[in-house]
C-alpha cells in the first residue's frame, strides 16, 4: 500500500458484506492463522492464499479501487467470506511493504486494468433513431392517457371529500397505482400508493392527504405542460413521473466522501433499494447513487461510510442536481481524516428550501448538520443546535425515518453533548444517518 | 393558481373544504372546482415547505457524567460489536453445532476481561449492551458496569431500560453515600427490594455492625420472604458482629429465616448457637462410638434443629446428622484425643452400629459450611480411589461442594487426578467448580480424556457437555496442542459410524473457539 494510514477501518470493511453471514464467517477469517503469502502493491491492491478444509488453499485478490474481488472459492457471494477476512486483516495488522503481485493475482489485476483503459461502452450497435422515437411518443402518449385518469381520480376525491377516505380503505388506490404502471408512469404509481396509506397514518392525515393529493396534482399539471418548461425542471418533470433520464449530464471530478449508504425494501419485499450519499470533498457538491437489488440479493454496489474516493461522478439532469452514477475512479479508497463541518438548523432547512425551487417534489435534503445535541422525548426526538434555540424534529414514522435504535445509539454518542450528524433534511424533520462524536473523526453509521 | 390561491386563503381553509368534498360546500366562501381547490393547496405545501423555520428546542437533556475509563481498543471493540450482534442469532437447537465457534459464550468471557482492564463501553455500542443486559440477567452486572454512567444516563431516558436503575453493582452511583444517614434511612424506607439488599450490602461494606441496625428498625414489619432474603445476603461477610441479630432471629414466626438464622450462626464457629450444637454434639460422638439423641428437646428446636425427619429416614440419625452439621469441626480434634481430620475420618468410629455413613455425611456438610479446606481434604481424600469408596460421600454435587472449599490449585489438581483415573463421564460437576482459565494440568487431563473417549469409538455429543464447558474454560494456549487432533481420521473397526467424523468437527469448534478467545483476549490487552 502506499501508506499504512491510509487502510480502511474494520467496519468499512463490514459494510461491504452482502449478508450477516458472510460478516461473521469473515470475521472469523480476520485473523492470521489461515493465511499465506498476503500482499499488497502500492496501485491499490491485496492478494493472499486462505487455507480452506480442502487441500489446495483459495486464492483472493481485492482490487481496492473498485473495491472488486476474485477469488477462487465456489462461493456466489460477492465479495466472499475470504475476501472480507483478507480485508480486515489489511484494515488491523496491514500486508506488509508494496510489493509484486504473484502470478494467480497478477493476472486478473492486469486485466482489470486494462479493462478500465478501453473507452467506456461505444454503443455497439448504430443507434436506430427513428425507433427511439416512436417508442418515446407511445409512452408519453400512454403516460399522458394515464396523467388524464389519475387527475379525474382526483378530482373525484376532492368532489366528494377526504372525510369518507378512512373508510374506503387502501384498495381503490392501489388499483389506481396498478392503471399507472400500466401507463408505464412507475413514479406516480408510487405517489399513488403511498398516497393511499396516509389515513391509516393517525392525526393529521387529512391535511398530510390533501398535501400530497395537491403535489401529485401539481406533478400531473406539469406534465401535461412539460414541453413549456425550462429543459432543468422539464428533467425534474419527466425523472418524477418514472421516465429514465434522457441525455447524459454534467460529469464532476471530485474526491467523494461517503455519508451514508443504507436499504429500503418495497413494500411487496420485491425490491430492495440502496442509497448511498456522497458530498464532493473540494467542490461541497451532494450526490445520490442509487442501487437495486432484486428478492434476496442485496444490491452489488457498496461503499463504506466514511471512505473518500477519487472518482468520476455523471450527474443526471433534474432532480435537483443529486442523482448521480459512479463513474470513473481513480485511485483506492482511503478513510477520510476529518469531520466534515456543519450548519445550523436554521441553514439545514433553507438548503432544503432552495433546492425545492428546482424539485418542488423534494421529500429531503441532504445535509451535515452540528454541533448539535439530540434531545429525546416522549413525543417526538430534536436535535437542537448547541448554541441558541433552535432545533429540527426528527420524523419517527414515515419514509425516510431510522429506527428508534438507531436514535438511541446518537443520544449515546452525544451523552448530551454536541455531536455532528449527516442527514435528510425535509418537510417531515431531520432523520439522522451517521454521526461523529466531538473527539473523534471516525463516523458511525446509525443502525 | 392565482385565482385559487385568493379563494382559499388559509391552510385550514382549504383542509376543511377538502374534508368536506367541494361538491358539498354550500354558498358563502368562493366556489371552487376540485381543481382550483388542488391548485391552491400545491401552491401553499410547496410555499409551506421551501419556508419551514427551526423549532424552539425543548429542555436539553443533563450532560452524562465523564465516565474516567478509557474506551476498549478499536479492534475489542468491533469484538463487542460482534458479540452483541451474534447474541439473538439462535444457537441452532439441538444436533450438530458444526465446526463454528458459539458467540453467546463468549460475552460473557469478554465482559470479565474487559472489567479486569477497566474498561469502559465504547459508547455507540451502549444501547446494544443495556439490550443484551434487560435479555440475560446473568449478563446484568457486569453489562451495566461496562456501560457505566453512559449506560445509567441512557436508562434514565428510555424506560425499556429502567432495570438499570434498579439495584444490582451496575446502579452503585445510584445509592446514597453509606454515611449520609438521611439518604440511606429514605432509601431504606422507600426503596425497591433490590435496591434495599443493596444498600444493605453497601452498608455492611462500610461497617458491618450498621446493618444488622439498620434490618432492626424495620424488621417486624418486612414480609417473611423478604426476612428471608435479607438473612440470606448476610452470608457473604458474615462477622462475629452479626450475631446478636441472627439470635435473636432464631425466635422468628418464620420456620426458615429460624432455620437460616441457624445455619448462619453455626457457620460462626465463635457463635453461641455453635457452642451448644459442639456440646451436644460431643455428647453423641467420641471415640468410643455414637449415641444418636434421644429426643429432640426445646433448645434443640430453638437452635434449629428440625424435628420431623423426611420420609424414610430414622428420627435419631435424623437428629444426629443436624447437629454434627451445625457443630464447629474444630471441636473434635480434643474429643478425639488430637488427631487431625484425615486420622478422624479414617476411624472405625460407630462402624458396627451402622451410623458411619450418616456421621460422615454430616461432616461434608459441616465442612462446606464453615468453609474448612483440611476436613474437606479429607472427606475428599485420594482423587484416584473409586468414588463409592471415598471416606466422606460418593456424591458427585457434595463432593463438588467440598472441592470449593479448596484452594484453586489443588482444586484443579483434584479434578485432574480424578479424570485420569475415572475418566470424564462422571466428572462435568466437579469440573464446573474448578477456576476458568482452566490450570494447565486441568486442561491437558480433558483433552487427554476426550482423546481416549475417540478412540473407544463413542460419539462426541456424548461428551457434548464437557466439550461445551472447555470451549469456555480451557487456557486459549491450548489450541495448538488441540491441533493435532482435528484431523479427520478414518474410523475405527469398533467405532460408531461416522463418529471420527463428528469428533474431527467437533475438536475444530474447540480450536476454532479457543483461538477466537484467545484474539479476543489479546485485543482487550
Known amino acids: 500500500m502506499t501508506e499504512q494510514g491510509d487502510r480502511w477501518t474494520a467496519e468499512q470493511v463490514l459494510a461491504l458484506a452482502p449478508d450477516d453471514a458472510s460478516r461473521k464467517a469473515g470475521g472469523r477469517l480476520g485473523g492470521a492463522g489461515p493465511w499465506l503469502q498476503i500482499g499488497g502493491s502500492a496501485s491499490g491492491s491485496v492478494w493472499g492464499l486462505c487455507k480452506g478444509s480442502g487441500s489446495k488453499p483459495y486464492r483472493t485478490v481485492v482490487d481496492l479501487t473498485g473495491p472488486a474481488y476474485k477469488c477462487s472459492c465456489p462461493s456466489r457471494k460477492f465479495p466472499c467470506k475470504h475476501a472480507l477476512g483478507l480485508l480486515l486483516l489489511w484494515s488491523a495488522e496491514g500486508v506488509g511493504e508494496p510489493a509484486e503481485a504473484p502470478d494467480w493475482a497478477a493476472q486478473w489485476l492486469a486485466d482489470r486494468a486494462a479493462k478500465a483503459e478501453r473507452p467506456a461502452g461505444g454503443r455497439a450497435a448504430p443507434v436506430d433513431e427513428e425507433g427511439a422515437r416512436r417508442r418515446a411518443e407511445r409512452r408519453a402518449a400512454r403516460i399522458g392517457a394515464g396523467v388524464t385518469e389519475l387527475e379525474q381520480r382526483l378530482a373525484d376525491l376532492l368532489r366528494g371529500g377526504l372525510a369518507g377516505q378512512e373508510q374506503s380503505g387502501y384498495a381503490g388506490w392501489e388499483e389506481t397505482a396498478a392503471r399507472m404502471v400500466d401507463a408505464q408512469a412507475p413514479g406516480l404509481a408510487a405517489r399513488v400508493r403511498e398516497l393511499g396509506t396516509i389515513p391509516s397514518c393517525g392525526p393529521g392525515w387529512p391535511a398530510r392527504m390533501l398535501e400530497e393529493a395537491a403535489l401529485l396534482h401539481l406533478l400531473d399539471r406539469a406534465w401535461c405542460g412539460v414541453a413549456g418548461l425550462p429543459e432543468e425542471l422539464a428533467a425534474t418533470v419527466r425523472s418524477r413521473v418514472g421516465l429514465p433520464a434522457s441525455g447524459e449530464g454534467e460529469a464532476v471530478r471530485d474526491r467523494w466522501l461517503v455519508l451514508a449508504q443504507y436499504d429500503t425494501v418495497s413494500p411487496d419485499g420485491r425490491l430492495t433499494t440502496r442509497r448511498i450519499w456522497l458530498r464532493g470533498l473540494a467542490g461541497g457538491r451532494p450526490a445520490l447513487v442509487l442501487d437495486f437489488g432484486p428478492p434476496g440479493r442485496p444490491p452489488g454496489l457498496a461503499l463504506p461510510v466514511g471512505l473518500v474516493l477519487e472518482a468520476e461522478m455523471r450527474f443526471r439532469p433534474g432532480s435537483a442536481g443529486l442523482r448521480a452514477d459512479l463513474g470513473e475512479r481513480f485511485a483506492a479508497a482511503v478513510p477520510c481524516a476529518e469531520v466534515p463541518a456543519g450548519v445550523s438548523a436554521g441553514a439545514a432547512l433553507e438548503a432544503y428550501g432552495a433546492a425545492l425551487r428546482e424539485d418542488p417534489w423534494l421529500e429531503s435534503w441532504p445535509v451535515v448538520l452540528g454541533p448539535v445535541i439530540p434531545i429525546p422525548g416522549e413525543l417526538g426526538w430534536q436535535l437542537a443546535d448547541a448554541e441558541g434555540t433552535s432545533a429540527l424534529p426528527v420524523p419517527l414514522t414515515g419514509g425516510g425515518s431510522r429506527s428508534r435504535g438507531g436514535l438511541w445509539q446518537l443520544a449515546a454518542l452525544s451523552g448530551g453533548g454536541p455531536v455532528t450528524v449527516f442527514g435528510e433534511c425535509g418537510h417531515r424533520g431531520f432523520s439522522p444517518l451517521t454521526a461523529w462524536q466531538p473527539d473523534s473523526t471516525e463516523p458511525v453509521a446509525l443502525a | ?525
Not at chain 2, 444498600?199 to 418486612?222: D, F, I, K, Q, Y
Not at chain 2, 466439550?467 to 478414518?490: F, I, K, N, Y
Request: net charge neutral; charged share 25%; glycine share 10%.
Open chain 2, 1 to 525: 393558481m392565482e385565482k385559487g390561491d385568493e379563494g382559499y386563503g388559509e391552510w385550514e381553509e382549504l383542509v376543511a373544504a377538502a374534508l368536506l368534498g367541494t361538491d358539498r360546500r354550500r354558498g358563502g366562501g368562493p366556489a371552487g372546482s376540485p381543481e382550483a381547490l388542488l391548485d391552491a393547496a400545491a401552491v401553499h405545501a410547496v410555499r409551506r415547505r421551501a419556508g419551514l423555520r427551526p423549532a424552539a428546542a425543548g429542555p436539553r437533556p443533563e450532560p452524562a457524567p465523564r465516565d474516567p475509563r478509557p474506551a476498549p481498543p478499536r479492534a475489542a471493540g468491533r469484538r463487542l460489536a460482534q458479540l452483541l450482534a451474534g447474541r439473538s442469532g439462535a444457537v441452532n437447537g439441538g444436533g450438530r453445532r458444526g465446526t463454528a465457534p458459539d458467540l453467546t459464550e463468549l460475552l460473557p468471557q469478554w465482559l470479565a476481561a474487559a472489567a479486569r482492564h477497566g474498561y469502559r463501553a465504547p459508547n455507540a455500542l451502549v444501547p446494544a449492551l443495556l439490550d443484551a443486559a434487560r435479555a440475560r440477567t446473568d449478563l446484568r452486572p457486569q453489562a451495566l458496569a461496562l456501560a457505566g454512567t453512559r449506560g445509567l444516563w441512557l436508562a434514565r431516558l428510555n424506560p425499556d431500560w429502567r432495570f438499570a436503575l434498579r439495584g444490582g453493582a451496575g446502579a452503585a452511583g445510584e445509592l446514597p453515600d453509606v454515611t449520609d444517614r438521611a439518604g440511606v434511612e429514605r432509601l431504606w424506607q422507600e426503596g425497591l427490594f433490590a435496591e434495599r439488599v443493596a444498600l444493605l450490602g453497601a452498608v455492611r461494606a462500610h461497617e458491618a455492625a450498621a446493618a444488622p441496625r439498620l434490618l432492626s428498625t424495620t424488621w417486624a414489619t418486612e414480609r417473611a420472604e423478604d426476612r428471608l432474603m435479607f438473612l440470606d445476603s448476610l452470608r457473604v461477610g458474615l462477622s462475629a458482629e452479626d450475631e446478636p441479630f441472627l439470635e435473636a432471629a432464631l425466635g422468628d414466626r418464620s420456620r426458615n429465616v429460624r432455620a437460616t438464622a441457624a445455619e448462619l450462626l453455626s457457620a460462626l464457629p465463635t457463635s453461641a448457637l455453635a457452642g451448644r450444637m459442639a456440646e451436644r454434639a460431643l455428647a453423641c460422638v467420641g471415640p468410643e462410638g455414637v449415641t444418636p439423641p434421644a429426643e429432640c428437646d426445646a433448645g434443640m428446636l430453638r437452635d434449629g434443629v428440625v424435628k420431623r425427619p423426611p420420609a424414610g429416614r430414622g428420627e435419631r440419625a435424623w437428629w444426629l446428622g443436624q447437629l454434627v452439621e451445625a457443630a464447629p469441626l474444630s471441636c473434635w480434634r480434643e474429643r478425639f484425643g488430637g488427631l487431625g481430620p484425615a486420622e478422624i475420618v479414617a476411624l472405625p468410629v460407630a462402624a458396627g452400629d451402622g451410623w458411619t455413613e450418616e456421621l460422615h455425611a454430616a461432616w461434608c456438610r459441616a465442612a462446606v459450611r464453615q468453609r474448612d479446606a483440611p476436613w474437606s481434604r479429607a472427606l475428599l481424600g485420594p482423587a484416584s480411589a473409586p468414588p463409592a469408596a471415598g471416606p466422606g460421600t460418593a456424591s458427585l454435587a457434595e463432593r463438588a461442594k467440598l472441592l470449593e472449599t479448596l484452594p484453586d490449585e489443588e482444586r484443579a489438581q483434584w479434578v485432574a487426578e480424578f479424570i485420569r483415573a475415572h475418566g470424564l463421564s462422571e466428572a462435568f460437576q466437579l469440573l464446573g467448580v474448578c477456576v476458568v482459565p482452566w490450570a494447565g494440568a486441568l486442561g491437558r487431563a480433558v483433552v487427554d480424556a476426550l482423546d481416549t473417549a475417540r478412540d473407544a469409538g463413542s460419539y462426541p455429543w456424548s461428551f457434548s457437555g464437557v466439550m461445551g464447558l472447555a470451549e469456555r474454560c480451557l487456557d486459549p494456549a491450548e489450541a495448538d496442542r488441540l491441533e493435532a487432533l482435528t484431523a479427520a481420521a478414518q474410523d475405527l473397526p469398533d467405532a460408531a459410524p461416522g463418529a471420527a467424523a463428528y469428533w474431527a468437527e467437533a475438536f475444530q469448534r474447540l480450536v476454532a473457539t479457543l483461538r477466537l478467545r484467545a484474539a479476543m483476549l489479546a485485543e482487550l490487552a
